[in-house]
Nanobody, 121 residues
Framework: QVQLVESGGGLVQAGGSLRLSCAAS??????YAWFRQAPGKEREFVAG????????RYADSVNGRFTISRDNAKNTVYLQMNSLKPEDAAVYYC????????????????WGKGTLVTVSS
């Protein structure tokens, strides 16, 4: 079994930065990704990466501002978020897939409980 625990959310002013962490335990998965869900909206893909680092994907809305990375020794995946905008406010979820090659929500096998990011204008 795989457990994912997010941390690092909080309140930040527009233009500021936050770094989210996702501590993973259990077996290593092939794909790790970040999703987010704002109030009244559907969950959406933000960023994803193969554990090997060979493939990385970003949503158009965050490309150039967010960076996904990992620390293999710590079994931790990070999401560095820069130049935050009010529309980035959401609950951010870490997710992982044990065998898929896709970054879609349906392809994820494991989910964390989420961490709240609030961006003030």
């Amino acid at each position: 079994q795989v457990q994912l625990v997010e941390s690092g959310g909080g309140l930040v002013q527009a233009g500021g930065s936050l770094r989210l962490s996702c501590a993973a335990s259990g077996r290593t998965c092939s794909i790790y990704a970040w999703f987010r869900q704002a109030p009244g909206k559907e969950r959406e893909f933000v960023a994803g990466s193969r554990w090997s680092g060979s493939i990385t994907r970003y949503a158009d809305s965050v490309n150039g501002r967010f960076t996904i990375s990992r620390d293999n020794a710590k079994n931790t995946v990070y999401l560095q978020m820069n130049s935050l905008k009010p529309e980035d406010a959401a609950v951010y979820y870490c997710a992982a897939s044990s065998g898929s090659s896709y970054f879609s929500s349906d392809a994820m096998d494991y989910w964390g409980k989420g961490t709240l990011v609030t961006v003030s204008s």
